[in-house]
Every structure is written in structure tokens, then in C-alpha cells.
């Protein structure tokens, strides 16, 4: 039953899958990274559209599964003419997902930055791009950065729905593994192992922010 020389057999698919796990995770990130911070900038903005529009696009994300996301990229956008393939019909999905919640969490770092600094900035002189650039950005970014660390958790786990469209990742692997082999158990406990790698640096590197930010308050 727990039959590892299946690692050893199948080790380049493997590979395959975890380099385009950790691809789809990097890419994802920095995406959503620009996309949510941004998305936070409009959910705090003084121009009610633009708050309107990021409430919308926050509240509507997160309240519907990871994979609806991903299939309105990968099956919506050719039915609209747009043709996409698997591999960054997925990595798109999970990037909108990701950054509605990572806009969440910068929009709670920016209100928790003190008004009297904006106010300042704007009194020497500065725009609202630049004060949200130079002064309230850095600091909140700062504050929320553990609360991204967890964000990016999520996103490596969530990569496995590339497997769903054929996104050449771990997930996608282990299920063509499995069916040659018929070994689900072992199988699927590889793949395991190796999001464990990821994930486990990921977290530790969490908790240190957490406990350094604690520290600094």
C-alpha cells in the first residue's frame, strides 16, 4: 500500500508538477500582490465609484469558490473570443481570487496608519498618489505583512485547481500517476509532501513576522 518507489518511477512528472506549482505560486503572488493593493487604494479612496467598485469586486470574490474563478478564465474568456490556455487561464484565477483577500488586508493596514500623517503630507505639498506612495503605503504594508505571509499559504495551496484544467501542476500529475498506477494512497501522499515544502518554510517565515511585529509594538 505504501508503495514510494512510485517518487522514484514517476519522478520526473513529479518535478514537473512542483516547478509549475512554485511558477504558478510566484506568479500569483506578485499578481495579486499589485492587483489587491491596489484594490485597497480604491476601497479607501475619496471618490465613491472607485470605492463602490473595489466593495464590489472584494465582497463578490470571497463570498464564491476558488474554481468558479478559474473556469470563468479558462472557459468564460474563449467564449467571449479570448482563447487562454490552462496553465495562465489558472494562474489568472488564482491571482483575482488571492487579491481580494490580500485588498482586504492592506485596506485594514492603511486605515490603521494614524490620519494625522496623511494630513501632514498633504499640507507639504503632496498629492494623494504620492502620500499613499511615499507615507501611508510602507507603514501599512509593515503592519499587514504577516497577514499577506498567510494569503500566500492559502494561494500554494490553492494552486492544486490547475489541476481540474489540466494546469500541469502536482495536482494534474498525481491525478495521471494514479491512473496508470491505480496506487492512490501513495500517490497522492507524495504530492502532499512536496506542497509540504513549500508551505512549511512559508509558515515558520509567517509566525517569525508575527512574533518580530509583536516584538516591535
Do not use: C
Amino acid at each position: 500500500m505504501w508503495d514510494f518507489s512510485i517518487l522514484f518511477d514517476h519522478w520526473d512528472q513529479y518535478m514537473a508538477g512542483f516547478r509549475q506549482t512554485i511558477w504558478a505560486s510566484f506568479l500569483g503572488l506578485i499578481g495579486s500582490l499589485a492587483f489587491g493593493t491596489l484594490i485597497a487604494i480604491m476601497r479607501i479612496a475619496p471618490i465613491r465609484i472607485l470605492q463602490a467598485l473595489g466593495t464590489v469586486y472584494v465582497e463578490f470574490i470571497r463570498n464564491i469558490p476558488v474554481l468558479m474563478v478559474v473556469f470563468f478564465f479558462f472557459l468564460g474568456l474563449p467564449a467571449l473570443g479570448f482563447p487562454i490556455e490552462p496553465f495562465p487561464a489558472g494562474t489568472l484565477g488564482l491571482t483575482f481570487y488571492t487579491a481580494a483577500f490580500i485588498a482586504e488586508a492592506i485596506r485594514a493596514g492603511l486605515q490603521a496608519v494614524p490620519s494625522g500623517q496623511s494630513e501632514a503630507a498633504r499640507s507639504s505639498g503632496l498629492s494623494y498618489i504620492q502620500n499613499m506612495r511615499y507615507i501611508v503605503l510602507p507603514q501599512a504594508i509593515k503592519v499587514v505583512l504577516p497577514a499577506i505571509g498567510n494569503q500566500m499559504l492559502n494561494l500554494v495551496k490553492n494552486s492544486s485547481v490547475l489541476g481540474v484544467i489540466a494546469g500541469l501542476d502536482l495536482m494534474y500529475y498525481a491525478d495521471l500517476i494514479n491512473l496508470s498506477t491505480f496506487k492512490g494512497l501513495p500517490v497522492y501522499t507524495l504530492v502532499a509532501a512536496f506542497y509540504l515544502v513549500l508551505t512549511v518554510p512559508l509558515s515558520l517565515a509567517v509566525q517569525y513576522m508575527e512574533r518580530r511585529f509583536a516584538r516591535s509594538n
